[in-house]
């Protein structure tokens, strides 16, 4: 649709029908770009990592606009819901104006707009403004009034934007999102786009617990543990370093790079899973850098025989240190 949503100051534009408004963050992508721009900073000017607690002292709308321009993240390097996205195109096709409404600063949101080519609005943050919450009411309730618009989120930021709107579409919601809006709003006025991978589902797929297996060979209950620990996170620090290889060539995706399981969730796993052992068993530090390379090396490899190579270097390297 070429005829674009305009809005003077202080004067609201009416539009039949009604516009769908979607979030970006948890809801037309499955990530969060601010976590996504923080793991391409740390892959490109890791030097910068340590001026993050200075950007954050000026505040979060101040660093999401310092990433955008120090960071070299694309619009397709995300990885977007599909099915929502595929809903938006249908009701785009039908004469509906959609709007893009997100916490992600303006520059970002409106590269990821010109890339979909769908939306006739993009609504996002600046140094000074974080659009999420009441901020996003505020300025959706300016264009648009109340009931004057559907939309759809994911987290409890956009509570209050849903009980402005006239249907609230549920995304993939965090805990406890579904459960709180359904005390608020009449069940007629909702509509839910459910997980095609439950949380719990995705956690034991980022484990790998069928690798654990080779990990029987040692007869100390305690070695056992922290290797099973350590070859989990080192397998989801391989998807973090993979991760965008992964959404732009024709790898195996992890459940990290299709978005069913959060960056932070990958940050702590293979941060927690892989320092752990090393406190009780120093001399597995040896073969972090080992373990690593091979898995990453592998990756391209078909999914039988990476693991059968893997499986078979995890192995020969307990028989040598540890048996």
């Given at each position: 649709?070429?005829?674009?949503?305009?809005?003077?100051?202080?004067?609201?534009?009416?539009?039949?029908?009604?516009?769908?408004?979607?979030?970006?963050?948890?809801?037309?992508?499955?990530?969060?770009?601010?976590?996504?721009?923080?793991?391409?900073?740390?892959?490109?000017?890791?030097?910068?990592?340590?001026?993050?607690?200075?950007?954050?002292?000026?505040?979060?709308?101040?660093?999401?606009?310092?990433?955008?321009?120090?960071?070299?993240?694309?619009?397709?390097?995300?990885?977007?819901?599909?099915?929502?996205?595929?809903?938006?195109?249908?009701?785009?096709?039908?004469?509906?104006?959609?709007?893009?409404?997100?916490?992600?600063?303006?520059?970002?949101?409106?590269?990821?707009?010109?890339?979909?080519?769908?939306?006739?609005?993009?609504?996002?943050?600046?140094?000074?403004?974080?659009?999420?919450?009441?901020?996003?009411?505020?300025?959706?309730?300016?264009?648009?009034?109340?009931?004057?618009?559907?939309?759809?989120?994911?987290?409890?930021?956009?509570?209050?934007?849903?009980?402005?709107?006239?249907?609230?579409?549920?995304?993939?919601?965090?805990?406890?999102?579904?459960?709180?809006?359904?005390?608020?709003?009449?069940?007629?006025?909702?509509?839910?786009f459910p997980r095609e991978k439950s949380r719990l589902h995705a956690f034991f797929l980022a484990l790998r617990p069928l690798f654990w297996i080779c990990n029987g060979v040692v007869s100390s209950p305690l070695?056992?543990?922290?290797?099973?620990?350590?070859?989990?996170?080192?397998?989801?620090?391989?998807?973090?370093?993979?991760?965008?290889k992964e959404r732009s060539d024709s790898f195996k995706k992890s459940v990290f790079a299709e978005g069913h399981l959060h960056l932070t969730t990958a940050f702590s796993l293979?941060?927690?899973?892989?320092?752990?052992?090393?406190?009780?068993?120093?001399?597995?530090?040896?073969?972090?850098?080992?373990?690593?390379?091979?898995?990453?090396?592998?990756?391209?490899?078909?999914?039988?025989?990476?693991?059968?190579?893997?499986?078979?270097?995890?192995?020969?390297?307990?028989?040598?240190?540890?048996?």
């Amino acid at each position: 649709m070429e005829q674009a949503i305009a809005r003077s100051c202080g004067t609201r534009v009416l539009l039949k029908p009604l516009p769908l408004v979607l979030d970006l963050d948890g809801t037309l992508i499955r990530t969060d770009t601010f976590h996504e721009m923080i793991l391409r900073l740390f892959y490109k000017k890791p030097w910068l990592i340590l001026a993050l607690p200075f950007w954050f002292l000026r505040g979060r709308p101040f660093t999401k606009a310092r990433l955008v321009r120090e960071t070299d993240l694309t619009p397709l390097h995300l990885a977007y819901n599909k099915l929502l996205l595929a809903f938006a195109k249908e009701e785009g096709r039908a004469g509906r104006p959609l709007v893009l409404a997100t916490g992600t600063n303006q520059q970002f949101a409106l590269k990821i707009a010109n890339h979909l080519g769908i939306f006739q609005d993009v609504i996002g943050s600046d140094e000074h403004v974080n659009m999420t919450g009441l901020t996003k009411q505020k300025a959706l309730l300016e264009r648009f009034g109340v009931e004057g618009f559907d939309y759809a989120g994911d987290s409890h930021k956009d509570i209050p934007v849903w009980q402005v709107a006239r249907i609230a579409l549920v995304v993939h919601p965090k805990w406890g999102v579904l459960k709180r809006i359904k005390a608020l709003r009449d069940v007629s006025a909702l509509s839910y786009f459910p997980r095609e991978k439950s949380r719990l589902h995705a956690f034991f797929l980022a484990l790998r617990p069928l690798f654990w297996i080779c990990n029987g060979v040692v007869s100390s209950p305690l070695l056992f543990i922290a290797l099973c620990f350590l070859t989990s996170g080192l397998l989801i620090g391989g998807d973090l370093v993979m991760l965008y290889k992964e959404r732009s060539d024709s790898f195996k995706k992890s459940v990290f790079a299709e978005g069913h399981l959060h960056l932070t969730t990958a940050f702590s796993l293979a941060f927690l899973l892989t320092l752990s052992p090393l406190i009780f068993f120093p001399t597995l530090l040896f073969y972090v850098p080992v373990f690593m390379t091979a898995d990453v090396a592998t990756r391209r490899l078909s999914q039988p025989l990476r693991w059968c190579l893997l499986s078979l270097l995890h192995l020969l390297s307990l028989y040598l240190f540890f048996i």
